[in-house]
């Protein structure tokens, strides 16, 4: 009998994983080893220690369920009240529960006490354990073969009394006036804690109640020999105390949060299908297919490694010299001494125009003189499919998808092991021998040689984003940022359908340990709009005719388009009802992690004012305007005339009552503004309405939003609380540069809103716990006031402090908080990345 089997322990890892767990076991000969007096029976230190630290974590309960009456077992046992203890084997939840029988009962226990008194004098050795619903007959030290007659008198004699319960355990019976059973006990505990899991131990015959309704993600544990319904087995209390210690680690780190790398020391992956997550050690900790909004491959980004990873590294583990990406490229390069790995997402199986394919092939090219250890842990569906792997010619098979997905991997010789419901496959590869080549084929079912070698694919992937990049005009201020935000904002669109994300991950919390922790891999009309904008102003102009491209579909599937949500999927349809992930821990213990999002279903006013600006950028940097995208344009006007006066929750998407916003208005305005433009080029005058109805929001605003007590406008016309995205009101032109009630905003937002290098989007309570970071796209905005406001001076120092938040490899995240000097949210981050290109454009243009 061996202890803590491969199966178990990927069971006892499942059960830290479990939302609520209840921990129960049996106290003799499970916390206590068996002694010849039970009165000395004491539990092992390991083991009380490991019970208080589980029974100290959030949604952990423990309980003991012993035989022993529940006074015997509160004094012999001395463990902390936190911890649940059940005597008389699930009769006594409280001392008082004696005194609650009624008459009856009571009586036929003290009848029963006086027969089995008077059967103990027969023979030697007995001991009778008198318990308030019953009493139990020892018999280890009687004379073995006096045992015989010792059980023919007890089940002969009070067995038979009406009312009476008999039951069977290790050299003892139990006789009890009540029905009950560790299994019934067990189950009650489960409904009041509502656990999701159960762990329960035990060595009795007794437990084998307890045993029999365990399900589902359950498990259960024999100590010692003998028949059992328990699916596992450990050998001792000594091992049932590693158990525990092993189980409360891990539970520990579920709640708290894997040592997970820093947010920005991430690196990202994409082919313009999918995206992925690199960590500085070459692990892919981030994951999904088909799509980037689709489930998880590997998750372990949001729940360490249970969660699922495929990790390349020395077979001693040692910290990289190095990571970088091949310049110009999405391709990524981790350095070892005498190791590199080299991972790219393939563009060149993706045929331009050729059918849909629902295929991501993520390639890593491991060289060197070294021995690699290499270890593929998927983990489908966020870990929540058991994801089985089948070894086949030249690599690996994934079972439990609906999608065929294999790693081909040629002269690689695995070991696959059990971790319980997964696998887990590890190899070391001699690198002296040549590279080693790993294909993971995600929407392919076989692992035969296939298209160009390698080498010429990664050769044409490189090309695909260094061709692109060399066609940027690039400013002349942080020109490597810009480029790189470029390749960024290029690796969130989503090539076959137009539509672009806001960012490649979900759940990277706004503060760490918080609730503030949101999906953002869809296509935010105003997100989608500002990206494809900040591309067009370097110069490349196909992701925003590709974005308007999808906007005309999706507006032919809404009955108007005042009734367009704020955010759809990739594919232009509504998203799934917004749901928790509760296996996952979060990030560094920053749970729910949630996919989906419950702001689809908000009004957001300020949405189509950044498609009708796009549109404008498009046609002043030579694109056509086409009779579609006059359509788009039309279209974003209506729905301004329909619903500009109605309240929203704004571009922050704040989960309270709808307020009349400053930004919303700002942008409603806007819309009208460069719709007018647009019209005057294209048709030679603009709608009389629309030029009435631009002048009334202006109004509106500058009359509701100003408020000349506070010197600014202010986040929404009811209130004093201040909002950085006030400053468009400015920023848009609704008001000149040098109008003083846009410096007395500027000078507001920098003197309430600004802390260090960052800007808060706002300091008011918006229904939710905790304070998030500064957000680097307000940054850029307060850049651009300064800007505009004549202080170059201030507004190149804030943007040089800005460029200095990116990581190593020069991606940026949603948020920073300048407290823990942290990155925080969502990664890699489109606005971001617009703000970055915005400022070094704008900055730009007065240095020549």
């Known amino acids: 009998m061996r202890n803590h089997t491969p199966e178990l322990d990927g069971h006892l890892d499942e059960l830290a994983r479990t ?12 916390l206590a080893p068996i002694v010849t007096n039970p009165s000395d029976a004491r539990p092992r230190a390991e083991s009380v220690v490991a019970l208080r630290t589980l029974a100290g974590l959030t949604d952990t309960h423990v309980a003991v369920i ?35 029988l009624p008459a009856e009962i009571r009586a036929t226990h003290d009848h029963l006490c006086a027969d089995i008194t008077t059967i103990a004098t027969r023979a030697t050795g007995v001991r009778v354990e008198v318990k308030p619903a019953g009493l139990a007959v020892h018999y280890r030290e009687v004379d073995p073969e006096a045992v015989g007659d010792l059980l023919l008198a007890v089940e002969g004699g009070p067995s038979r009394r009406q009312g009476v319960h008999t039951r069977h355990g290790k050299m003892v019976v139990e006789l009890s006036v009540v029905p009950t059973s560790k299994g019934h006990a067990l189950e009650i505990l489960r409904h009041q804690v509502g656990a999701t899991a159960v762990l329960f131990l035990g060595d009795d015959l007794t437990d084998e109640d307890a045993f029999t309704v365990l399900t589902g993600p359950d498990v259960g544990v024999k100590i010692g020999d003998g028949p059992t319904a328990a699916a596992h087995r450990v050998n001792d209390t000594m091992a049932v105390a590693q158990l525990l210690a092993g189980l409360s680690e891990r539970r520990r780190e579920w709640v708290f949060g894997f040592r997970a790398p820093p ?7 994409s082919n313009r299908r999918t995206v992925a997550l690199v960590t500085p050690d070459a692990r892919v900790a981030w994951m999904c297919h088909p799509r980037a909004d689709g489930s998880s491959v590997f998750a372990e980004l949001l729940g360490g490694a249970s969660a699922g990873y495929f990790s390349v590294g020395p077979r001693v583990p040692s910290t990289p010299l190095g990571q970088r990406y091949l310049p110009g490229t999405l391709t990524v390069e981790t350095r070892w001494p005498g190791i590199t790995v080299v991972d790219y997402l393939d563009t060149a199986m993706i045929v331009p125009d050729g059918p849909p394919r629902n295929r991501n092939d993520l390639v890593r090219v491991i060289t060197g003189f070294r021995t690699a250890r290499v270890e593929f842990a998927p983990r489908l569906d966020y870990a929540r499919s058991p994801t089985r792997l089948k070894l086949v010619d030249d690599g690996l098979e994934v079972l439990g998808g609906a999608d065929p997905i294999v790693l081909r991997s040629p002269g690689v010789v695995w070991e696959i092991t059990e971790e319980g419901s997964h696998h887990t496959a590890r190899a070391d590869v001699e690198l002296a021998r040549g590279p080693v080549v790993l294909e993971l084929r995600c929407g392919a079912s076989h692992t035969t040689d296939e298209g160009p070698p390698v080498i010429d694919r990664k050769r044409i992937s490189d090309r695909s984003w260094i061709d692109w990049a060399g066609r ?4 002349a201020l942080a020109p490597d940022a810009v480029v790189r935000s470029a390749l960024t904002l290029k690796a969130l669109c989503h090539e076959p359908t137009g539509a672009i994300l806001a960012a490649a991950t979900t759940s990277l919390p706004e503060i760490i340990g918080g609730v ?18 900040a591309l067009t102003s370097l110069g490349s102009l196909d992701e925003g005719l590709a974005f ?38 979060g990030y560094a213990g920053s749970r729910p992690v949630r996919i989906g999002n419950a702001a689809e279903h908000q009004l957001q006013l300020d949405v189509f004012g950044p498609v009708v600006e796009l549109v404008e950028r498009l046609m002043n940097a030579g694109a056509t305007i086409t009779d579609a995208h006059w359509m788009i344009v039309e279209s974003m006007v209506q729905a301004v005339e329909q619903r500009w006066n109605e309240p929203d929750h704004g571009i922050w998407e704040i989960r309270l009552a709808p307020r009349h916003h400053v930004y919303s208005k700002v942008m409603c305005w806007s819309t009208l503004e460069r719709a007018i433009t647009i019209a005057n080029l294209v048709h030679g005058r603009a709608r009389r309405s629309w030029l009435e109805l631009r002048d009334l929001i202006a109004a509106d605003v500058l009359t509701q939003g100003w408020k000349p007590h506070l010197n600014a406008f202010t986040a929404a016309y009811d209130g004093e609380d201040l909002d950085a995205a006030s400053l468009h009101v400015g920023l848009s ?25 960052t800007v808060y989007r706002y300091r008011t309570d918006d229904g939710l716990p905790g ?32 460029t200095d938040l990116a990581g190593p490899t020069g991606l940026m995240s949603e948020e920073y908080d300048p407290a823990t000097e942290r990155s925080l949210g969502n990664y890699p981050q489109a606005y971001s990345h617009v703000g970055i290109i915005n400022n070094a454009v704008s900055l730009s243009r007065t240095r020549s």
């Open 19 to 30: 939302p609520v767990l209840l921990v129960a076991c049996d106290y003799d000969g499970t």
């Open 66 to 100: 012993s035989g022993r009456s529940l006074r015997d077992l509160a004094v012999l046992s001395r463990l902390p009240s936190e911890i649940h203890l059940v005597g008389s084997h699930g009769s006594e939840f409280d001392l008082g529960f004696a005194h609650d």
């Open 263 to 269: 947010i920005e020391r991430h690196a990202l992956l």
């Open 472 to 475: 940027l005009v690039v400013p």
């Open 516 to 533: 503030r922790n949101w999906d953002y891999r869809y296509c935010w009309l105003r997100d989608g709009a500002l990206t494809a904008s």
């Open 548 to 585: 308007l491209d999808w906007l005309a579909v999706l507006l032919g599937s809404v009955s108007g388009p005042e009734r367009l949500r704020p955010v759809y999927t990739i594919l232009g349809q509504e998203l799934m009802p917004e749901a928790a992930i509760t296996q996952l821990s």
């Open 733 to 757: 032109g609704l008001v000149a540069p040098h109008d003083p009630r846009f410096l007395g905003t500027v000078h507001a937002v920098e003197l309430l809103l600004r802390d260090g290098p």
């Open 771 to 802: 304070f998030e970071g500064g957000f680097h796209l307000c940054t850029s905005w307060l850049v651009e006031a300064y800007h505009l406001a004549g202080r170059d001076e201030d507004a190149r120092a804030l943007f040089s402090q800005l």
